[in-house]
């Protein structure tokens, strides 16, 4: 009986487990970043035309006629809507009933922005933090993964130019600075960081966690489509009033001046120490690219 029992167990997890080659993890890094790089999201050419509509400035009109006039050539003619090609940042939901076959997954990963930078003819910005010497193909990905139930992988790659990530900061505050103190420091971030990141920006936000995982959740906020509010409504709020006083700075499209300094402000909380709040602020231009696909 209890063999019956351990066959049937052994047929379902068969049925359930998945085989998926390191190639195929490799080759749709590759189509990514040339994507990434070359066709802006729907969600971003919407709020630019949003934009349009509401600034007032006329060179903040102007300017965001140039960002939809770049969007447009960049995705007819296959080129970079940017320079700065960014750092490959790879986000992996990893179902705990895939087996990676045929390959090392992170070299998998690799791999493919080597390939997908050199074959879309992306720059090439990675390098050692030391010496300066450029590693040529833009690898090491930046790879972040993290485990879930099923027999799929989910892979989201954001290239992160270094204007706005430069301009990025975390902090931790006693609680008493409260939700007020946590506010003041995003808008500060955002005031202090001027015309630096290429704004319009997409401000995202960690609270809570530690350290490191502030950081983690303020960068994976800025995977969120723009325009749509976290659901939960005391987050949801936040946002709507981190956004609204950030619109209210000045700064403008390109640093020149008018109402829209962002476009969106992503919240994303965990749970942390009684002894502290967390904050991090990772700051996105209005190059914000990213693509996704799931195997
Ligand atoms: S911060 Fe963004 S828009 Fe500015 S140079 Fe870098 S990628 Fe380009």
Redesign the pocket.
Known sequence: MSGLIHRGVGKEAMMRDREIHADKIASTVKRLCIEANTILGEDVISAYEKSLEAEESPVGKENFRQLLENATIAREEGIAL?Q?T?LAVVFVEMGQDVHVVGGDFNEAIHEGVRQGYKEGYLRASSLDPLTRKNMGDNTPAIIHVEMVKGNRIKIRLAPK????ENMSRVALFPPAVGIDGVKKFVIERVEEAGPN??PPLVVGVGIGGTFEKAALIAKRSLLRPLGERHPDPVIAKLEAELLEEINKLGIGPLGLGGRITALDVHVETYPTHIASIPVAVNIQ???DRHKEAVL
């Open positions: 940017c700065d960014g130019g270094f204007g706005s990141p290429c231009c209005h190059c």
